[in-house]
């Protein structure tokens, strides 16, 4: 038996980091959203009671560091499944991104296996087991769009924000999201305001989304990496409505509403630019159908 299961990615729409808490994880509010640009996994169920991870990207650890791995290992663990798997990621998303690829795939592995493996188990039953596997794993069991506290687990469902085109830029460079936290001035920071960008999605306002776009760990890599920082200026200068840097980077999004201007904005960053996408926000939650 085999089943495809697609894993899309994330954007923060807005970031926002408020202490560190005593288990050393961060308290965060982000309102995240899953775009069109999404990993392919096939899962197949085998009699060994093994897991196997295959990819064709050299970048897709094969063993215990996948977080696909550890979220099947998790459910064979917790649920004393016999049966293995062997799940093929067919890698779409950039890798160490800030758009959440290996959450995602985690996510999808949870979806697929509680079917695969006959397991039985609800979206918020996925959903608390994935965060034992990473901070945005939850939010990717659920997609569509939604706030996210504590460490990323908490979870409150938010309508589909207003249609426009994401343009995607990564440059050739990874970015490690603890070094960006460690080197994070919680108290010299600007912080977004949550609130306002809730309102302009339940309001479907496009403008108020994109004049309330905000990151905290923007700047920290910006100030690293300054590849990044060209970047978002050539975003703004070919006229996108609202820039950000993605999760802690180095991926910056641009929304815009028209295509003409998408077109313009996608063909300008060609130029500079490893890996750009031009694509459609996702606004529905997935289904265990």
């Not at 989304?209 to 760990?217: D, E, I, K, S, Y």
């Not at 970047?231 to 295509?259: C, N, Y």
Request: glycine fraction near 8%; aromatic fraction near 6%.
């Amino acid at each position: 038996m085999k089943l495809l299961v697609k894993a899309p990615a994330k954007i923060n729409l807005a970031l926002d980091v408020l202490h560190k808490r005593p288990d050393g994880y961060h308290e965060v509010e982000m309102i995240m959203t899953t775009i069109d640009l999404a990993d392919r996994l096939e899962l197949s169920l085998v009699e060994q009671d093994k897991i196997h991870i295959l990819s064709h990207n050299r970048y897709v650890p094969d063993d215990q560091r996948n977080l696909a791995y550890q979220a099947a290992q998790l459910l064979k663990e917790r649920f004393q499944v016999k049966k293995g798997a062997v799940i093929t990621i067919e890698k779409t998303i950039p890798v160490a991104a800030g758009l959440a690829g290996g959450s995602s795939d985690a996510a999808a592995t949870l979806r697929g296996l509680n079917k695969l493996w006959d397991l039985g188990l609800s979206l918020d039953e996925l959903a608390e087991l994935g965060s034992e596997i990473g901070s945005d794993v939850s939010f990717c069991v659920y997609g569509g769009t939604a706030l996210a506290k504590g460490r990323g687990e908490l979870i409150t469902e938010l309508p589909a924000p207003p249609t426009c085109w994401v343009i995607l830029a990564k440059p050739f460079l990874g970015v490690s999201t603890a070094d960006v936290y460690r080197r994070l001035d919680i108290a010299r920071t600007k912080h977004p305001n949550i609130g306002a960008m809730i309102e302009a999605i339940h309001d479907h306002d496009y403008q108020k989304v994109c004049q309330n776009v905000g990151n905290v760990l923007e700047d920290v890599t910006l100030n690293l990496y300054p590849e990044v920082a060209q970047i978002k200026d050539q975003m703004k200068r070919f006229g996108a409505d609202a820039v950000l840097m993605s999760g802690s980077g180095p991926t910056v999004f641009g929304l815009v509403q028209h295509d003409s201007r998408m077109h313009r904005i996608y063909n300008g960053l060609r130029g500079f630019c490893d890996q750009v996408f031009a694509i459609r926000m996702l606004g529905e939650r997935h289904s265990l159908d």
